[in-house]
Antibody, heavy 121, light 110 residues
């Protein structure tokens, strides 16, 4: 069974850094396409970043240069390093995996439960 | 402002059909057959309902269907049920190799 468990959220001051983790089970992170998606309180979904199985990475303009997506194959874990955090980065952050079944890499078929990041002084 | 435009809300009675639209541009919806639809109940993670315009993941009811014409994609739910009441989001792959979401549509089952 595919499972994704995010950790690392919390309260952080503006300008600070935080690293989110997404522990995966039931599949191999490095063989799939893994994304981060966030949702500000009471707002809609916003895609943040993706890492392809081949290692290519892409980012939303709103986080480019501040956030870095990576993975640790030995731990089967996905990460999101967030630097220079702003109030507008406050959101629940979800990690998600591609649906598989020959779908496009950004068809997000499996989601974690999310972790809340609050950027405030 | 979201890159993909969805109606803020739609409603229907049990048993009826409703359609939610998702309008983009030739750089996203119109340029690729990579539109997905997600259902999200309050406090829960999103659930993939349709991928690659019209494909249903295993386990998703065939009451849910997707289509696309030009720069507009659509999600149709037939035989509305109370449990269909939720927020629905479309997404599309873009020419920048990124993903865009619509602003979301709140479905109310009357």
């Amino acid at each position: 069974e595919v499972q994704l468990v995010e950790t690392g959220g919390g309260l952080i001051q503006p300008g600070g850094s935080l690293r989110l983790s997404c522990a995966a089970s039931g599949f191999t992170v490095s063989s799939n396409y893994m994304s981060w998606v966030r949702q500000a309180p009471g707002k809609g979904l916003e895609w943040v970043s993706v890492i392809y199985s081949g290692g290519s990475t892409y980012y939303a303009d709103s986080v480019k240069g501040r956030f870095t997506i990576s993975r640790d194959n030995s731990k089967n874990t996905l990460y999101l390093q967030m630097n220079s955090l702003r109030a507008e980065d406050t959101a629940v952050y979800y990690c998600a995996r591609d649906e598989g079944s020959g779908s496009h890499p950004l068809a997000l078929g499996y989601w974690g439960q999310g972790t809340l990041v609050t950027v405030s002084s | 402002q979201s890159a993909l435009t969805q109606p803020a809300s739609v409603s229907g009675s049990p048993g009826q059909s409703i359609t939610i639209s998702c309008t983009g541009t030739s750089s996203d919806v119109g340029g690729y057959n990579y539109v997905s639809w997600y259902q999200q109940h309050p406090g829960k993670a999103p659930k993939l309902m349709i991928y690659d315009v019209s494909n249903r993941p295993s386990g998703v009811s065939n009451r849910f269907s997707g289509s696309k014409s030009g720069n507009t994609a659509s999600l149709t739910i037939s035989g509305l049920q109370a449990e269909d009441e939720a927020d629905y989001y479309c997404s599309s792959y873009t020419s920048s190799s990124t993903l865009e979401f619509g602003g979301g549509t709140k479905l109310t089952v009357l």
